[in-house]
């Protein structure tokens, strides 16, 4: 079984929403497929979300109205009779009934979640009512039958597993099984979701649990490329990559790709291929375990970073000392990303700032601690790039005056980090891409 997601670009118009009907009823087999919201949606659930929690509930609906407006065109455009044009109606004034209910209960996290879903929710219905139209074997499968996170919001994949078996079991002889990316449900079984981005992980989660033969994920770009195209000019499509390399990139900041999407496929060893919905016959990206011996892959930026670095001469010849510095961050659930010491140092990274004050006023009884804020690492993937010899002189041979906070290599063999300050960001991807990938 294929197991194919589809992003908001490729949802977003009624025309494209057609295409890839076409598209999935042209490939053989039976398949799953994961649908995000219509792009756009999501990041006006937010600002409706943020309005209403700042009791702003006029202007929150003006934004719903406007989205209400924009969904009763679709549907005009996404059907061809008049029958289903009047479900598309009924469907999209059901979701906005709700929604308008959301907004004016007492609207809390859990409610803010809930509105959250209704993005891929309603996207779900659209389609599945087109499939319908166009009298094509298809049936919905709610993701919040079977998706969910435990209480670290870690995704539970044995019992989406097992939740899915007889689900499956019981579409047998449907071609097409639709179901919603992003949305779960959490351990105290209220609605949740996996994180912006999240439907490549919601499809990546499903093809490990049904040991799918590939997960495909169809984007609006030929798949990954070697630099982040939204900030540099020339970039080109990769069309082989290892999981690890893949990975790498993902978590470092390649929007293509939620940052987890790799981790449940790697597991169960189920081929990744990154598709083009606006240029099917382009070849994309295949993620797999095979290795190919190209030494410079691709770069990607992760922003948000802060840097934290600990001066202490305890630390000196001292054994225990990073455990301690560690067992804070554990403490309060923060993860590290980059790390360098010295005898008297220790500088490391982290994305996540919720308890940066009480971690600073934790680590303060180690040593002096400096912060540096709005900081960038630049990852550079590549095959066993971390033990070639050279590979540090061509990479900072391209980054001329280019200040760097820190280095990081070794830690993984398909893996250089380097952390600059984010107004050099641009100008670090833009070096690399004309120093060692020798695009313009
Ligand atoms: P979708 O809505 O289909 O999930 P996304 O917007 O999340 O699509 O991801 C696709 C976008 O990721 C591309 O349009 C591109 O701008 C961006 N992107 C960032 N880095 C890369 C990269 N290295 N390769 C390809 N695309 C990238
Ligand atoms: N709709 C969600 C978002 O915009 C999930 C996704 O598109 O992957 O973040
Ligand atoms: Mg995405």
């Given at each position: ?166 689900l499956l079991k019981s579409f047998q002889n449907v071609d097409i099984i639709i179901t919603q990316g992003y949305i779960c449900r959490n351990h105290r079984n209220e609605i949740d979701n ?38 540099v000019k020339k970039t080109i499509p990769i069309s082989e990559l290892t999981f690890d390399e893949a990975s790498e990139l993902a978590y470092f900041g390649a929007k293509i790709l939620h ?182």
């Amino acid at each position: 079984m294929l197991v194919l997601k589809f992003g908001g670009t490729s949802v977003g118009k009624p025309e494209r929403m057609k295409k890839i009907a076409t598209l999935v009823t042209e490939t053989p087999g039976q398949k799953v497929v994961v649908l995000s919201a219509l792009s756009g949606t999501t990041n006006a659930l937010v600002a409706i979300g943020d309005l209403i929690l700042k009791n702003d509930l006029d202007a929150a609906e003006k934004e719903i109205a406007l989205l209400e407006k924009h969904y009763h065109a679709f549907i005009q455009e996404l059907y061809a009779s008049e029958n289903f044009k009047t479900i598309g109606q009924e469907i999209v004034s059901r979701f906005f009934i709700f929604i308008r209910l959301l907004a004016a209960g007492q609207f809390d996290d859990k409610s803010y979640r809930e509105l959250l879903a209704q993005g891929e929710l309603i996207s779900t219905e659209l389609f599945y009512q087109h499939l319908m139209e166009q009298k094509i074997n298809a049936r919905l499968l709610p993701a919040l039958y079977f998706m969910s996170i435990d209480e670290n919001e870690e995704p539970e994949l044995e019992k989406i597993a097992q939740r899915l078996k007889p689900l499956l079991k019981s579409f047998q002889n449907v071609d097409i099984i639709i179901t919603q990316g992003y949305i779960c449900r959490n351990h105290r079984n209220e609605i949740d979701n996996l994180k912006r981005g999240g439907s490549d992980y919601t499809a990546s989660l499903m093809g490990a649990a049904i040991g799918a033969e590939e997960i495909q994920i169809w984007t609006d770009i030929d798949g990954m490329h070697n630099n982040d195209p939204r900030v540099v000019k020339k970039t080109i499509p990769i069309s082989e990559l290892t999981f690890d390399e893949a990975s790498e990139l993902a978590y470092f900041g390649a929007k293509i790709l939620h940052p987890s999407t790799i981790v449940p496929a790697q597991k169960y060893n189920v081929p990744v291929r990154l598709k083009n919905t606006m240029d099917e016959k382009a070849p994309g990206t295949i993620i797999s375990n095979k290795e190919t011996e190209r030494v410079f892959k691709a770069v990607a930026a992760k922003d948000g970073i802060t840097a934290i670095k600990i001066k202490s001469s305890r630390m000196l010849m001292a054994y225990g000392f990073l455990r301690r510095v560690f067992e804070v961050f554990e403490q309060f659930k923060t993860p590290i990303d980059m790390i360098s010491t010295s005898e008297v140092a220790v500088s490391l990274t982290i994305d996540n700032n919720a308890h940066l004050d009480t971690i600073v006023k934790e680590l303060t009884t180690f040593g002096n601690v400096e912060i540096d804020r709005n900081q960038t690492i630049v990852c550079i993937v590549g095959h066993r790039i971390g033990n070639q010899h050279g590979i540090l002189d061509k990479i900072f041979g391209c980054l001329g005056d280019i200040p760097i906070r820190m280095v990081s290599v070794g830690g993984s063999y398909n893996n250089i980090s380097i952390l600059v300050d984010t107004r050099y960001k641009e100008k670090t991807l833009i070096q690399l891409n004309e120093g060692i990938f020798k695009l313009g």
